[in-house]
T-cell receptor, first 115, second 113 residues
């Protein structure tokens, strides 16, 4: 079974600075997808960024980018120019490319943005 | 509406009561998922449907949990004889197709007293 580990329960960053959230995963599969989801205090989960394992190029979405290291099974999220609205729980998630479509989530990292 | 909707948003139940939680996916989305999120934890998979077919129910914690999607759109998660450990937020998500992104609803917060 696949597992996802987020080793940082909480992180904080100053507004306009850069922060990196860590995620590692364990799988025996070669083809899969990785995701970062954001869950603000209102609790609606929102997709931040997605990475296909077969793609070597790291995904980017505006201020959000990932560092995908397939051999190391690492998938970190970098948030540049942090904004107050970035404060939320961030969840890393894994999904197989075949078989079940379910997402396997980590326990999350609570990000605080200080003004 | 444009997004996934869930009702009720909050539900308080007495231990032993049956509850039914509803999910309206995004129109046209083929896949529908249910997750359970305990306080301070990440969501955990319960079950999912492709149209009306329940393809994976491996995450349902006991036979007290039952989900259906009879016409391939709206889904209901039913919990019979609720227990205190069932207290959690129940999240529904839908995706357009197999490779698609899962879009989440706001969740139903269930409190069992």
């Amino acid at each position: 079974a696949q597992t996802v580990t987020q080793s940082q329960p909480e992180m904080s960053v100053q507004e306009a600075e850069t922060v990196t959230l860590s995620c590692t995963y364990d799988t025996s599969e070669s083809d899969y997808y990785l995701f970062w989801y954001k869950q603000p205090p209102s609790r609606q989960m929102i997709l931040v960024i997605r990475q296909e394992a077969y793609k070597q190029q790291n995904a980017t979405e505006n201020r959000f980018s990932v560092n995908f290291q397939k051999a190391a099974k690492s998938f970190s999220l970098k948030i540049s120019d942090s904004q107050l609205g970035d404060a939320a729980m961030y969840f890393c998630a894994y999904r197989s490319a075949g078989g079940s479509e379910k997402l396997v989530f980590g326990k999350g990292t609570k990000l605080t943005v200080n003004p | 509406g444009a997004g996934v909707s869930q009702s009720p948003r909050y539900k308080v139940a007495k231990r032993g009561q049956d509850v039914a939680l509803r999910c309206d996916p995004i129109s046209g989305h083929v896949s529908l998922f249910w997750y359970q999120q305990a306080l301070g934890q990440g969501p955990e998979f319960l079950t999912y449907f492709q149209n009306e077919a329940q393809l994976d129910k491996s995450g349902l914690p006991s036979d007290r949990f039952f989900a259906e999607r009879p016409e391939g759109s709206v889904s209901t998660l039913k919990i019979q004889r609720t227990q205190q450990e069932d207290s959690a937020v129940y999240l529904c998500a839908s995706s357009l197709h197999r490779e698609g992104t899962q879009y989440f609803g706001p969740g139903t917060r269930l409190l069992v007293l």
